[in-house]
């Protein structure tokens, strides 16, 4: 149950686009389409932003999309704002029938 | 509103064990997967279990199966997670969570504090 990849930091302007990629491997993210992106900031409950790969809860800004090729999912947050600043989380299924988290990428706004 | 509620975190001595619980309301209790998600400090979040709303089938992570026990009670909307064998690299925050079918964590308590020492 290795944790999936992701980068330690990105930052964008606001306004700008970002992508953030989760790596994984046959086992979790290229073996299913259940792969999720959570949004926290500090001191308070994860969020979650998008669930199967693309979805996007009720609630959430379509500035927030995903997507998946191979074993590798991305999270585009399109038209940066000072809020979406926090700690972004992707978790996959996996072919165990456990869940496996990425380590975490810090977003900064500029 | 979906609300979760973890409570029985504390300081515990290693080789000791621990019982969580979550208190839930606003939504179908039996109708869901639950899970206890932990994240020590400094790291990112870890999965540790789940159950599926059958209340039998469960899953664990490695790094506490055979030592740790989720389970549910329906009736009173409730939600528990047992580890035995302490260990100092359990210490961490527990957060009960609501599943969704596809794998997501829709919902998450507010999380207990578990230090082993």
């Known amino acids: 149950q290795s944790a999936l990849t992701q980068p330690a930091s990105v930052s964008g302007s606001v306004g700008q686009s970002i992508t953030i990629s989760c790596s994984g491997s046959?086992?979790?993210?290229?073996?299913?389409?259940?792969v999720s992106w959570y949004q926290h900031h500090p001191g308070k409950v994860p969020k979650l932003v998008i669930s199967?790969?693309?979805s996007r809860p009720s609630g959430v800004s379509d500035r927030f999309s995903g997507s998946k090729s191979g074993n590798t999912a991305s999270l585009t947050i399109s038209g940066l704002q000072p809020e979406d600043e926090a700690i972004y989380y992707c978790t996959s299924f996996t072919t165990s029938t456990t869940l496996v988290f990425g380590g975490g990428t810090r977003l900064t706004v500029l | 509103q979906v609300q979760l509620v973890e409570s029985g975190g504390g300081v515990v001595q290693t080789g000791r064990s621990l019982r969580l619980s979550c208190a839930v309301s606003?939504?179908?209790?039996?109708?869901?997967?639950m899970h206890w998600v932990r994240q020590a400090p400094g790291k990112g979040p870890e999965w540790v279990a789940c159950?599926?709303?059958?209340?039998?089938?469960?899953y664990y992570a490695d790094s506490v199966r055979g030592r740790a026990t989720i389970s549910r009670d329906t009736p009173q909307k409730a939600l528990y997670l047992e580890i035995e064998t302490l260990r100092v690299e359990d210490t961490a925050f527990y957060y009960c969570?609501?599943?969704?079918?596809?794998?997501?964590?829709?919902?998450w308590g507010q999380g207990t504090q578990v230090t082993v020492s």
């Open positions: 199967g790969v693309r």
């Open positions: 606003g939504f179908h209790f039996y109708n869901y997967v």
């Open positions: 159950i599926l709303s059958d209340g039998r089938t469960a």
């Open positions: 046959y086992y979790d993210i290229g073996a299913y389409e259940y």
């Open positions: 969570a609501k599943g969704t079918p596809g794998w997501s964590l829709d919902s």
